[in-house]
C-alpha cells in the first residue's frame, strides 16, 4: 500500500484522491469516531436504534465535527500549500478586492474545502450506515472483516 492520498491539478480542480481514508487512517479521526461512541449514553442509543436511516450518522456529526474540523484544518492546509492552491486564490482575490467600487470578497477556501472533505466523510459514514441497517448481519462482518484487515495490511488507498 502507497500513499495515502493522492494529489492531482486537473482541470482546475484540485483532487485529494483517497482523502477520506487517509483522515481515518490517521487515528486522530478514528480515535474521535471512537471516543464519540464510548461517550454514548443509552439514551443516545436508543434513539439512534428507533431513529431513522441516517440516526448514527446525525449523531457522530453532532458529537464530532468541531473536533474533525480542528484536526483536519492543517492537513488540509498542508496539502492545499503544496500545490500552491491557496496562493493563487489569494493573488485573485487581492486582484479582485483591488477594483475600486467593488465590495470586497471574503471568502476562506481552506475552511469551504475543510467543510466538503466533512461533508464527503459523512457521505461515507451514512452509506455504511444504510448498508448496516439494511443488512445488519452481512455490513457487520464485513466491517469487521475490513477493520482488521486494516490492522494487518494498513489502510486502503
Given at each position: 500500500?502507497?500513499?495515502?492520498?493522492?494529489?492531482?491539478?486537473?482541470?482546475?480542480?484540485?483532487?485529494?484522491?483517497?482523502?477520506?481514508?487517509?483522515?481515518?487512517?490517521?487515528?486522530?479521526?478514528?480515535?474521535?469516531?471512537?471516543?464519540?461512541?464510548?461517550?454514548?449514553?443509552?439514551?443516545?442509543?436508543?434513539?439512534?436504534?428507533?431513529?431513522?436511516?441516517?440516526?448514527?450518522?446525525?449523531?457522530?456529526?453532532?458529537?464530532?465535527?468541531?473536533?474533525?474540523?480542528?484536526?483536519?484544518?492543517?492537513?488540509?492546509?498542508?496539502?492545499?500549500?503544496?500545490?500552491?492552491?491557496?496562493?493563487?486564490?489569494?493573488?485573485?482575490?487581492?486582484?479582485?478586492?483591488?477594483?475600486?467600487?467593488?465590495?470586497?470578497?471574503?471568502?476562506?477556501?481552506?475552511?469551504?474545502?475543510?467543510?466538503?472533505?466533512?461533508?464527503?466523510?459523512?457521505?461515507?459514514?451514512?452509506?455504511?450506515?444504510r448498508d448496516i441497517r439494511e443488512n445488519p448481519q452481512g455490513a457487520i462482518h464485513?466491517?469487521?472483516?475490513?477493520?482488521?484487515?486494516?490492522?494487518?495490511d494498513g489502510c486502503p488507498e
Open positions: 500500500h502507497g500513499h495515502f492520498f493522492e494529489t492531482k491539478y486537473t482541470g482546475g480542480v484540485l483532487q485529494l484522491q483517497g482523502f477520506h481514508w487517509f483522515v481515518l487512517s490517521t487515528g486522530g479521526a478514528l480515535q474521535i469516531f471512537v471516543d464519540c461512541i464510548f461517550g454514548m449514553g443509552l439514551d443516545d442509543g436508543k434513539a439512534i436504534l428507533q431513529g431513522g436511516d441516517s440516526a448514527a450518522t446525525e449523531y457522530m456529526r453532532g458529537n464530532t465535527l468541531d473536533q474533525l474540523t480542528d484536526m483536519m484544518t492543517p492537513i488540509i492546509t498542508d496539502a492545499m500549500e503544496a500545490f500552491v492552491v491557496t496562493r493563487y486564490w489569494d493573488d485573485i482575490i487581492n486582484m479582485y478586492n483591488a477594483i475600486p467600487l467593488v465590495p470586497d470578497i471574503e471568502f476562506d477556501l481552506v475552511r469551504y474545502v475543510v467543510q466538503k472533505a466533512l461533508e464527503g466523510l459523512f457521505t461515507l459514514v451514512a452509506d455504511k450506515e464485513g466491517l469487521v472483516q475490513q477493520v482488521f484487515s486494516w490492522g494487518k
